[in-house]
């Protein structure tokens, strides 16, 4: 008898598996932008990253709901990639560059304005599928857009520093 393979071929399980990855190289992102961090923005960062490790869950419980297998490898290659993207260089040899926190409060805000399309692409599947909560999506969506404002603060903050104040 032939495994199902529609899991592995269905758009959806696909698509959710994909966002997978993607939380789990944003979630690293934000924990090595937490611990770089000081004062009352590395509070906020680390604030956020207990967010995203919620969102990343919720995910997981949806695609149980819906029965989507997770996919490791896209998992673990969202993780290497983000590891990876950590050798970019961003203009000085030794140490952590000041750049290095601009680039990552915009990969950050990358990161979660993909997590709140996804969430709005599931908020569009909730009214075909009962086992999509339209409640649970809107307050993801919610959070997403609350995440976004705080982030885009600090990307403005971070500019200032690096560019300006510098």
Partial sequence: MMPDLRPMTDP???YLNDHLAGSS??????RRAASSAEGERRSTL???SREVEQD???????MARLEVPVRHYKVAA???GEKVGRFKPNGQLGGRAPLSA????EAMLLGVRGKAAGWRALRIVASHDDR???DELDALIARADSQLEVLEQIRREVAVEVFVAG
Avoid: M, P, S
């Fill in 78 to 80: 969202g993780w290497l």
């Fill in 56 to 62: 990343r869950n919720a995910l997981l419980d949806i």
């Fill in 102 to 105: 601009l680039i990552e409060a």
């Fill in 132 to 134: 999509l909560l339209v």
């Fill in 12 to 14: 959806l399980a696909i």
């Fill in 46 to 48: 680390r604030r956020l």
């Fill in 25 to 30: 190289a944003g979630l690293e992102l934000f």
